[in-house]
C-alpha cells in the first residue's frame, strides 16, 4: 500500500496561522529523526568495522557484534526427500511443524507443511530451563499425537532465536536469554542437551535432534528453495537480525578456508561499545533504561517491533508537554509505558486520508483528537518508522558491500530473504527500506524475497541437508 501525506502545506487563511505553526514547531522536533545519506554510510561504516571485528580471533570477545558461526555451509539442492519435524522458538509462541520434502510429477522438488502454534506460558519463560524444555517436550508429545506419527523416530530441526555460540550443527551453547525470556540454568549450557533431556524424561516419543538454526539462517535457507541466489536471510520483527555466507578463510572462530559458511551476525548488539551514541535520542535512552536489558541491543531498541510503538508514545508524550497535541492534555494511558503498541503504528500509517484509522487508535488510548492532533501523530509516526527502516536498511548494505569485496566481484547480484511483523505487516517499510539499501549498494543488483513459513520449513530442510550429508559420510 503507497505511503499517504495526509499533511499538505498550502497557503492558509490567517485564521489557520496557529495550525501551521503547530506543525512547523512539531516538524522542528520530529527532524532529529532524518538521517542524511553521509550519517548512514557512517553507519554502514561501524557496522562493517564490528563485523570485521567479530570475526577475528583476537578481538571477537569485545566485538559488539558477534557474527557467530553456524556450520551451516550447505544449502538445499533438491535430491533431499523424507519426513522432518521442525520446532521454531523465538518468542512468547512457539510452533511445532511437520514437514514433507519430495517429488512432484515433474520431479521438481516440493515442500509441504503442517503446524500448530503454542503459547508459552510466563512460568516456563522466567522459570528455570528444565520447566521450559519439559513444556516444549510436552507440546510436542501433543503434535505427535495429532497427526498420528508418536511411533516414528523424525529428524529435527530446531529454529532457537536466541545468541548462540555454535559448536557443531547440532550444538549450541546459550549465550544470554533476550525478548523477555529469563529461564534460569539456560544460559552456558548446549540446548539442543537440554531439548534432548526434555524428550528423555517424558520418555513417550523419540527425536533425532540433527540441527539447530537461527530464525535469520532459517529464513535464508527457506528463501534459497525459491531462489537459488538467497545468501541473506533477515528478521525485522520483534526483534532485528540478519545472517549471510561469508568466506571461511575470514572466518576465524573456526578451522578451514575453503568454501562459504553461514554467519549469525547478532547485529542488534551494534552500538552495545558506543558505536551509535551520537544517533541515538533522549527517547532512545529512556526505551533503553526502561527495559529488561540496559545498554543492551541498542540497535535494534532503535529498529525492532518491541520499542517502535513505546518511542512513538515517548514522542507524543514530548508533543504534549510542548503543548502541540490534544491542548497539552494527555490521557492516563497515554502516560503508561507500553500502552502504544507498535501495531497501532502500523493502522495509523495505513490511514488513506480521513483520519479515521489514527482517530480510532487515540481514542482506544483515551485521548479524543482533533484533526490537527491526528494529523501530527501521523508525522511522529511517520518519523520513528522512517527511521527504524534507513537505520536497518544500512545494516543490511553494510553486509552486501562486504560481500561485493570479500568476492572482488565489480557487480554482485544477490538475493535477500525477510520475515518478520514489522516488514510483513508495516505499510511502508518494506519500501523505505529497499530504497535505501539500494542507494548504499550502487553496484549490487538486490531482490528481497518476503519469506512464508520460513523459520520452521528452513530449519526443516536444514535437518534435511545435515540427515543428506551424514549419510553420504557414512557412505564413504
Not at 521454531?88 to 516440493?110: A, P
Not at 545468501?231 to 545472517?243: L, R
Not at 507500553?338 to 497501532?344: F, I, M, N
Amino acid at each position: 500500500m503507497p505511503c499517504v501525506r495526509c499533511v499538505q502545506m498550502v497557503k492558509m487563511p490567517c485564521s489557520y496561522r496557529p495550525a501551521v505553526d503547530k506543525i512547523l514547531m512539531a516538524e522542528q522536533i520530529l527532524s532529529e529523526f532524518r538521517l542524511k545519506k553521509e550519517e548512514l554510510k557512517e553507519v554502514m561504516k561501524r557496522m562493517q568495522r564490528e563485523m570485521d571485528r567479530g570475526l577475528r580471533l583476537e578481538t571477537h570477545e569485545e566485538a559488539s557484534v558477534k557474527m557467530l558461526p553456524t556450520y551451516v555451509c550447505s544449502t538445499p539442492e533438491g535430491s533431499e526427500v523424507g519426513d522432518f519435524l521442525a520446532l521454531d522458538l523465538g518468542g512468547t509462541n512457539f510452533r511445532v511443524m511437520l514437514v514433507k520434502v519430495g517429488e512432484d510429477e515433474e520431479r521438481s522438488w516440493k515442500v509441504e507443511t503442517k503446524n500448530q502454534m503454542y503459547s508459552i506460558p510466563e512460568d516456563a519463560m522466567t522459570g528455570t530451563a528444565q520447566m521450559l524444555f519439559d513444556y516444549i517436550a510436552e507440546c510436542m508429545s501433543n503434535f505427535l499425537d495429532r497427526h498420528h506419527i508418536k511411533h516414528k523416530k523424525l529428524p529435527l530441526g530446531f529454529t532457537f532465536s536466541f545468541p548462540v555460540r555454535h559448536e557443531d550443527i547440532d550444538k549450541g551453547i546459550l549465550l544470554n536469554w533476550t525478548k523477555g525470556f529469563k529461564a534460569s540454568g539456560a544460559e552456558g549450557n548446549n540446548v539442543v542437551g537440554l531439548l534432548r533431556d526434555a524428550i528423555k524424561r517424558r520418555g513417550d516419543f523419540e527425536m533425532d535432534v540433527v540441527a539447530m538454526v537461527n530464525d535469520t539462517v532459517a529464513t535464508m535457507i527457506s528463501c534459497y528453495y525459491e531462489d537459488r541466489s538467497c545468501e541473506v536471510g533477515m528478521i525485522v520483527g520483534t526483534g532485528c537480525n540478519a545472517c549471510y555466507m561469508e568466506e571461511m578463510r575470514t572466518v576465524e572462530l573456526v578451522e578451514g578456508e575453503q568454501g562459504r559458511m553461514c554467519v549469525n551476525t547478532e547485529w542488534g548488539a551494534f552500538g552495545n561499545n558506543g558505536e551509535l551514541e551520537e544517533f541515538r535520542l533522549e527517547y532512545d535512552r529512556v526505551v533503553d533504561e526502561t527495559s529488561i536489558n540496559p545498554g543492551q541491543q541498542l540497535y535494534e531498541k532503535l529498529i525492532s517491533g518491541k520499542y517502535m510503538g513505546e518511542l512513538v508514545r515517548l514522542v507524543l508524550m514530548k508533543l504534549v508537554n510542548e503543548d502541540l497535541l490534544f491542548n497539552g492534555e494527555a490521557s492516563e494511558l497515554l502516560k503508561t509505558g507500553g500502552s502504544l503498541e507498535t501495531r497501532y503504528v502500523s493502522q495509523m500509517e495505513s490511514d488513506t486520508g480521513d483520519r479515521k484509522q489514527i482517530y480510532n487508535v487515540l481514542s482506544s488510548l483515551g485521548v479524543l483528537p482533533s484533526e490537527l492532533d491526528c494529523d501530527i501523530v501521523r508525522l511522529v509516526c511517520e518519523s520513528v518508522s522512517t527511521r527504524s527502516a534507513h537505520m536497518c536498511a544500512a545494516g543490511l548494505a553494510g553486509v552486501i558491500n562486504l560481500m561485493r569485496e570479500r568476492r572482488s566481484e565489480e557487480a554482485l547480484k544477490i538475493t535477500v530473504g525477510i520475515d518478520g511483523s514489522v516488514y510483513k505487516l508495516h505499510p511502508c517499510f518494506r519500501d523505505r527500506f529497499h530504497k535505501i539499501v539500494r542507494d548504499l549498494t550502487p553496484h549490487c543488483e538486490i531482490t528481497f524475497i518476503q519469506s512464508e513459513e520460513g523459520s520452521g520449513r528452513g530449519a526443516a530442510l536444514i535437518s534435511a541437508v545435515a540427515c543428506k550429508m551424514a549419510a553420504s559420510i557414512l557412505t564413504h
